[in-house]
């Protein structure tokens, strides 16, 4: 962003995200994670959810069902994360007034006849639903349109694997990094023989063998698509597309064709973050004991990163020799670091925007006209309200061996028309060349 006082003004726009903020409206537009249902599963206490500086409070009633109710009761203001899950609701621990999901107030037990006048009553509640392993929140006006049939949220269990992590910085830092396809040759390089599997291994080669990769965008109906287009011998080169998904995910390859991994950027408030992981595809299965123990080797309590600026990332310089970082090898954890250093809110006055930081411009602009739309009262880009709108196989994720010549815009046409994302057991042709299992 420029220095100009209009510079200065569209950076407060993009990192600000509380109720009334211009990007606080824009993304209570949309569909937002959470909380991982596992951490709401049956008969677990009401758990306390902070998101876009709002508190709430996140329970199963009695019947399984979710509710997400301001987290003061309308009453007297007591804190509903430690009420009582019964009688078809939650009931606040101070007065036993009652509400249910919806934010009706069932119950006054202490006045006469149980409140004559409770259905006046209304406690601020949203509405939610379970999706991929996590629980999304829909905190826009009514009505809410339909949550997005993204590939993470069209596979059973076996075929996806959800996780969280915690950010101490703002959300926008933390999404952008996700679109910025130079960053994979330098923060995550490391000897290629030191990454488990050999698919990896020849992925890391990529990154390793050519660190100025071709660059190009375009402009789709969810957001931006980015093409990273590398020359690894004469004649040959691996494309791989990345996406930024409106207003603050992103979905990337992650293995074979048809993979897809996104990475949703939920603002705690301006300064903390969720960084929900969505990996899946739609014919292999996961090894969910195998992931959780690698994550695990990582994630400290409350999903927190056990390296942190306290312990400076845990920075071994003697990895350095084979670690572009010396920090492991977990891309999550070196993405946490280096956006969180970056400040708790990043002075964009400071930073010299260059060439391949061509779809992080192109984003920012993308949600300034999103803000633009909610205020003229449109919905912005990539909100769908008609069935026939929420088919995103044109949600390209992936990482290509492709003669040099083959155009990359053509080619992800042509693999829409393949349904790279179909689950049927007779999966889409694989280009011959490099094996990224």
């Known amino acids: 962003m420029s220095e100009s006082p209009e510079g200065q ?12 903020t211009p990007c606080g409206d824009l993304l209570r537009r949309y569909w937002q994670p959470i909380a991982l249902a596992r951490d709401v599963a049956a008969g677990c206490p009401p758990l306390h959810v ?6 709430l409070v996140l329970f199963r009633d009695d019947k399984g069902r ?3 109710l301001g987290r ?7 804190d509903l994360s ?3 899950v019964e009688d078809g609701g939650l009931r606040c621990i101070y007065h036993g007034w009652l509400f249910d999901i919806d934010g009706h107030c069932l119950e006054q037990p202490g006045e006469p006849e149980g409140g004559l006048h409770r259905d006046q009553v209304h406690q601020l509640a949203y509405p939610v639903v379970e999706r991929g392993g996590a629980v999304f929140a829909y905190l826009g006006p009514a009505p809410a349109p339909l949550f997005p049939n993204y590939p993470p949220f069209l596979v059973s269990a076996e075929h996806r694997v959800a996780n969280r992590w915690l950010s101490n910085c703002n959300f926008l830092q933390g999404s952008e990094g996700n679109i910025d396809p130079v960053h994979t040759s330098y923060l995550h390089r490391f000897d290629p023989e030191k990454q488990e599997g050999a698919g990896r291994r020849a992925l890391q080669a990529v990154y390793v063998g050519n660190s100025r990769p071709t660059l190009s965008i375009m402009e789709t109906r969810f957001g931006v698509r980015i093409f990273a287009e590398r020359t690894m011998a004469p004649g040959e080169k691996v494309l791989r597309v990345t996406n930024f998904v409106m207003p603050n995910n992103s979905a990337i390859g992650s293995g074979t064709r048809g993979s897809c991994t996104m990475l949703w950027h939920v603002p705690i408030d301006d300064t903390h973050h969720w960084r929900f992981e969505f990996f899946s595809h739609p014919r292999e299965t996961f090894d969910h004991a195998a992931m959780e123990r690698r994550i695990d080797t990582e994630r400290a309590d409350g999903y927190q990163a056990k390296r942190n600026p306290e312990n400076r990332w845990l920075q071994n310089r003697q990895e350095m020799d084979w670690s572009y970082l010396g920090m492991g090898t977990y891309f999550p954890v070196h993405d946490l670091f280096v956006t969180e250093s970056q400040g708790t809110i990043h002075n964009h006055r400071n930073e010299h925007l ?3 930081d061509m779809a992080i411009a192109r984003a920012r602009r993308l949600l300034l006209e999103g803000m633009a739309e909610v205020a003229a009262g449109r919905d912005p880009r990539g909100v769908v309200r008609a069935p026939g709108d929420n088919d995103w196989s044109d949600l390209l994720a992936l990482t290509e061996h492709l003669p040099e010549g083959v155009d990359p815009a053509q080619f992800c046409e042509s693999l829409v028309a393949d349904h790279i994302y179909d ?3 007779e999966a889409p042709a694989e280009p011959e060349g490099l094996d990224l299992a």
Do not use: K, N, V, W
């Open 9 to 20: 003004h569209q950076a407060e726009l993009l990192t600000h995200t509380g109720p009334g």
């Open 50 to 55: 902070r998101i876009m500086s709002e508190d």
């Open 66 to 68: 979710f509710g997400l």
């Open 72 to 78: 003061q009761c309308a009453h007297r203001c007591a």
């Open 82 to 84: 430690y009420g009582r």
């Open 354 to 356: 260059a060439t391949s």
């Open 423 to 425: 689950p049927s057991d």
